[in-house]
């Protein structure tokens, strides 16, 4: 089954490439800088890049049955260095090479955390191809917290396996495949493939996500206890408005409104827990020059069913989605944010299934891409949490 997951995978990539090429109306490529106007005129480039975070984040969960009180405080510096061949016709490469260096403050150097980054990059007319250890930044749009938590954002930055992507005024699609564990005596095989669309008209947009996560087992040879096999299917689709400055509907900067249907599919195999949890998710996001406002409500059965049993071994996602009803308010202040910089601190209320507890966090995120303008998503440099 595993083999029949990867195969499918190879085939809509294949698929996806093929259309991607295929389209004539598309929008200039926006990530690198001004190309050569001939295969002749290609040329190597040396690239460098530096990102850098720095987070606090006080969680005071103490009410909360679904997480707990905690205090994540560190720092990430993240470089990269490499070539580049920019060529307009058959297409712009680059080949780099890095490492995430983390460091949670107030512990000793020991506790640090080194991950290594190093990814092979191809972009063309829009259409874009990463393969390797690659940081999560890459993808167009960042990942909804019913996926991704905020607490793996910081310690994970880079996607282990594949990212391909297509962009133009009407829309993106994105695939990605991250492998998160190697199959050996110590080691659970862990994996999981995203698909993310969305197109626009004017103000209005619809899409839809689907996710496969895997959980196998431990190699023959371990000597650890018997462990059953994890499926956790997710997807959904989903309409909304943007009715930000551009549209002169409203004086706000950003102003977007999405509703969500949710239906995921969970089971144990090995313990014969089987579920299929649905809901609606009800999203706002404003922003008015430096101040912004995002909530987040969700109704319906609760997620992550086996959330307990595995934790983030399985799900990715925030243990908050556990709740039948949970909602989440946070108020947050651009201290400063310009195309490489975006300092902001945010506080944050969640109430879940009737309890209620306060989140303070502060994030700082410089980048190097930024200052020559090689970053895709806006003028203004988005934080890893979307804001």
């Not at 090429?21 to 005129?41: E, G, N």
């Not at 977007?256 to 995921?264: D, E, G, S």
């Not at 970053?375 to 440099?381: E, F, G, Y």
Request: some cysteine.
């Amino acid at each position: 089954m595993r083999k029949f997951y990867i195969i499918c995978l190879f085939i809509a990539c294949y698929a996806f490439a093929f259309a991607a090429d295929s389209l004539s109306t598309v929008t200039p490529d926006t990530f690198l800088p001004p190309q050569p106007k001939s295969a002749k005129d290609s040329k190597v480039k040396l690239l460098y890049n530096v990102d850098f975070l720095f987070f606090f984040d006080n969680r005071e969960y103490d009410r909360s049955p679904y997480q707990r009180s905690q205090t994540l405080f560190g720092a990430r510096l993240s470089p990269e260095i490499g070539v580049g061949i920019m060529d307009s016709v058959a297409g712009n490469h680059r080949l780099m090479a890095g490492c995430s260096y983390i460091q949670p403050i107030g512990a000793n150097y020991k506790d640090a955390k080194v991950l290594p980054t190093i990814y092979y990059q191809f972009r063309k007319r829009g259409f874009g191809v990463h393969l390797g250890l690659l940081p999560f930044t890459k993808m167009i749009e960042e990942m909804p917290d019913y996926l991704m938590y905020d607490s793996i954002t910081y310690f994970h930055p880079n996607i282990q396996g594949a990212l391909f992507n297509y962009q133009d005024r009407r829309g993106f699609v994105e695939i990605m495949a991250d492998w998160r564990g190697m199959w050996s005596a110590t080691t659970r095989e862990a994996f999981r493939v995203t698909l993310n669309g969305r197109y626009n008209y004017k103000w209005f947009f619809v899409g839809g996500r689907a996710m496969m996560n895997h959980l196998a087992c431990y190699a023959p040879e371990t000597a650890a206890p018997s462990v059953g096999v994890c499926d956790d299917l997710l997807g959904s689709v989903y309409f909304g408005f943007d009715l930000g400055k551009r549209t002169g509907v409203t004086p706000l900067d950003s102003f977007a409104i999405r509703a969500n249907y949710i239906i995921a599919y969970e089971n144990d195999r090995e313990a014969a827990k089987r579920s299929i949890p649905q809901g609606g998710l009800f999203e706002i996001f404003l922003r008015w020059k430096w101040i912004g406002f995002r909530n987040v409500t969700y109704y319906g059965q609760p997620q992550m069913p086996l959330y307990p049993d595995y934790h983030s071994l399985l799900n990715q996602g925030d243990p908050f989605y556990q709740a039948k009803f949970y909602n989440r308010s946070d108020i947050f202040f651009y201290i400063y944010n310009n195309s490489f910089v975006n300092i902001l601190a945010s506080a944050n209320f969640h109430v879940a299934d009737g309890t209620f507890t306060t989140q303070q966090q502060i994030v700082a995120q410089f980048s190097l891409d930024g200052v020559w303008g090689f970053r895709h998503n806006s003028k203004k440099l988005r934080s890893v949490l979307g804001k």
